[in-house]
């Protein structure tokens, strides 16, 4: 019948084997990025976004500022670094291979100066003076804001006594709540 040649057959199935392994190596590569950010002072920074744009790759800075993305396949990229108070910062990089590229960045603060934010409550909306209201009348000066650093307006309001916020999580926004006034909405 067939005589079959084992020797050639095992030296093609070996060299398949091969051209298997290295086929899928180089097509399924994956490499990571890894790195620190820091402030200009040289302070680790926790909580930065950091992701690759057009992607869902990505990752958030520890508590010292590493952050580790993992998995990415071969190819090039922008990086995207983002936190409240700090400019947001992009690089280009490009991953080839089952390589690790480390990726430390530094974020400038982002410093908007407001002036002083007044929340009063006066009857018929007329002007009263401070010293002659017989209300509570609450002024928050540039440097308190400054000090204190609120991530949010809904933040700063909380610092006005009387008043406060609650925000859903997850959900843009924040219900605001003056004391004194209907929390239904039909103010």
Same mark, same amino acid.
């Given at each position: 019948?067939?005589?079959? *040649?084992?020797i050639? *057959?095992?030296?093609?199935?070996v060299?398949?084997?091969?051209?298997? &392994? =290295?086929?899928?190596?180089?097509?399924?590569?994956?490499?990571?990025? /890894?790195?620190? &950010?820091?402030?200009?002072? =040289?302070?680790?920074?926790?909580?930065?976004?950091?992701? $690759? $744009?057009? %992607?869902?790759?990505?990752?958030?800075?520890?508590?010292?500022?590493?952050?580790?993305? @993992?998995?990415?396949?071969?190819? %090039?990229?922008?990086?995207?670094?983002?936190? &409240?108070?700090?400019?947001?910062?992009?690089?280009?990089? +490009?991953? !080839?291979?089952?390589e %690790? $590229?480390? @990726?430390?960045?530094?974020?400038?603060?982002?410093?908007?100066?407001?002036?002083?934010?007044?929340?009063?409550g006066?009857?018929? =909306?007329?002007?009263?003076? /401070?010293?002659?209201?017989?209300f !509570?009348? +609450?002024?928050?000066?540039?440097?308190?804001?400054?000090?204190?650093?609120?991530?949010? %307006?809904?933040?700063?309001?909380?610092?006005?006594p009387?008043?406060?916020s609650?925000?859903?999580?997850? &959900?843009a926004?924040?219900n605001?709540?003056?004391? =004194?006034?209907?929390? !239904?909405?039909?103010?």
């Amino acid at each position: 019948m067939f005589k079959t *040649n084992t020797i050639a *057959n095992k030296y093609f199935f070996v060299f398949f084997l091969m051209l298997l &392994v =290295g086929f899928c190596s180089t097509t399924f590569a994956q490499g990571n990025i /890894k790195g620190k &950010v820091t402030d200009s002072k =040289g302070n680790g920074l926790p909580g930065v976004n950091i992701f $690759l $744009l057009n %992607t869902t790759i990505g990752a958030a800075s520890d508590f010292d500022g590493n952050y580790q993305i @993992q998995s990415i396949p071969s190819g %090039t990229y922008t990086l995207r670094a983002s936190a &409240v108070g700090y400019k947001t910062t992009e690089f280009s990089i +490009t991953i !080839s291979g089952i390589e %690790t $590229l480390e @990726q430390n960045i530094s974020l400038a603060a982002d410093v908007l100066q407001m002036e002083n934010v007044v929340v009063t409550g006066t009857p018929g =909306g007329s002007g009263i003076r /401070k010293k002659d209201a017989s209300f !509570s009348i +609450t002024t928050i000066s540039p440097r308190d804001m400054d000090r204190l650093s609120p991530p949010s %307006t809904a933040a700063a309001l909380d610092l006005v006594p009387g008043v406060w916020s609650e925000s859903s999580g997850g &959900v843009a926004g924040a219900n605001i709540f003056v004391r =004194g006034l209907p929390s !239904s909405g039909d103010a």
